[in-house]
């Protein structure tokens, strides 16, 4: 999924007992201290931002989608053997009437029994995309929302995978959006990972709701038609290739670009190590489709340590997330368009959540942050530093119209374990 994961790759491929409202009212409701600090720098100013808990004692959230009143649908994964690993996925709906940055009540489920290891959401239109990657139950769940918000989902239908060898990277992104042909017309965006570390040359299969070979290394879209209140879902185009793990997905709201990042490779004797720099990446909207964007894995990468292009490195990235003031970003998560109401700086470009080392929290993950990374520019800053204590993985994003959102996989770093240590938080200009 990540940079730092050796061992996640593995365990990727390698509860019952629900815990009903494990989400709980934030402590800081009508407090301003925030969870932990925003990092000072020539486009971040802390003063000018409100953090706060939005909910916390969350079974590992991940995905975040918004409803149509503002709450957020997201996707948590309760465990049933000890950890995320072994895990089932429930979407639980958590809501803020009095606009305070924090949730009003414990959550409820509106939807549960998917195989968990939950990742990535996305939203179009009436239905919700969820993507499970716990071993065995890899796929994309296409859910329909109910009337109103707090109505429970119903399935449409699953996009399962199948894989004939074990893979270091499997299905982790996916992103949504109604196109250009109008109303219940829409895209669906998802990624398959490399093979291994430095190296393609697998074939995932696909199956139930889109039928086919998939290419590793690579970005997928499916048409579907949902106009009839029963999503008709077209055949599999190959958009995108030459990419280890694309784990973050954004379709821009405006240009209609698509957004995606990719991990770098670890070195190969000391996969602790970055080799290569993570990136992110873009197709403009008008060239999405046809020929195929090759973005260079494993013939050519940025190296991490210098910035230099290294090989042929097929389309050249928007940024090379290469150490910042003397800090690392390694593993880079999830993706999310910086939302228009932010401050000018930080509203024409994108925000990364990176994972860093897997299963360290704080000072011990020096790889960590939030980044902030203009399109126009390329240039990046920390919003949130790899130093922050109060910090597991940041990995889930969501912008709103005037906030992000942030879930924090793990507030204790570890993936084992059966207590609920994840939470939500929500970055908003004051």
Do not use: K
């Amino acid at each position: 999924m990540m940079r730092r994961t050796a061992g996640l790759a593995t365990g990727l491929m390698l509860v019952a007992g629900l815990l009903f409202g494990v989400a709980v009212i934030g402590t800081n409701a009508q407090s301003d201290e925030a969870p932990f600090a925003l990092q000072p720098s020539e486009r971040v100013d802390p003063a000018a931002f409100r953090v706060t808990t939005f909910a916390e004692g969350l079974f590992f959230p991940y995905g975040m989608v918004e409803l149509d009143d503002g709450s957020l649908l997201v996707g948590t994964s309760t465990p049933t053997g000890g950890s995320y690993y072994a895990s089932t996925g429930e979407l639980l709906r958590l809501a803020d009437a009095d606009a305070n940055g924090v949730a009003d009540a414990p959550g409820a489920a509106l939807y549960s029994g998917l195989p968990g290891m939950l990742v990535s959401m996305a939203r179009a239109g009436d239905l919700v995309f969820v993507v499970s990657v716990q071993g065995g139950g890899e796929q994309i769940a296409v859910l329909r929302l109910g009337d109103a918000p707090a109505d429970p989902l119903t399935e449409v239908g699953i996009i399962h995978f199948g894989y004939a060898v074990t893979m270091d990277h499997g299905t982790y992104a996916v992103a949504a959006r109604e196109d250009a042909r109008g109303a219940d017309r829409h895209d669906l965006y998802f990624n398959v990972g490399s093979l291994a570390n430095d190296a393609v040359g697998a074939t995932v299969t696909a199956s139930g709701l889109v039928t086919g070979d998939l290419a590793d290394a690579s970005i997928y879209r499916v048409a579907i038609d949902d106009r009839a209140g029963a999503a008709a879902f077209g055949a599999l185009e190959r958009i995108a290739s030459g990419l280890r793990n694309a784990a973050g997905i954004a379709v821009h709201p405006e240009t209609g670009d698509l957004l995606f990042e990719d991990n770098g490779i670890d070195t190969p004797n000391d996969r602790i190590v970055a080799l290569s720099a993570d990136e992110v990446n873009r197709i403009p909207a008008a060239e999405i489709g046809g020929e195929v964007d090759d973005f260079g894995f494993p013939n050519g990468y940025v190296d991490y340590g210098t910035g230099e292009p290294v090989g042929d490195g097929g389309v050249a990235p928007v940024a090379a997330l290469t150490p910042w003031n003397q800090s690392e970003n390694e593993g880079a998560a999830g993706i999310a368009v910086a939302p228009a109401g932010f401050p000018d700086g930080l509203n024409d470009g994108v925000f990364v959540g990176i994972h860093g080392q897997w299963d360290e929290i704080g000072i011990e993950n020096e790889e960590n942050p939030l980044l902030y990374v203009d399109l126009g520019s390329g240039d990046f800053v920390h919003v949130v530093g790899n130093d922050e204590a109060a910090v597991g993985h940041l990995d889930g994003l969501l912008s709103t119209d005037d906030a992000l959102f942030a879930a924090d996989l793990s507030g204790v770093g570890s993936l084992s374990g059966a207590e609920p240590t994840g939470a939500i938080y929500r970055i908003a200009p004051r």
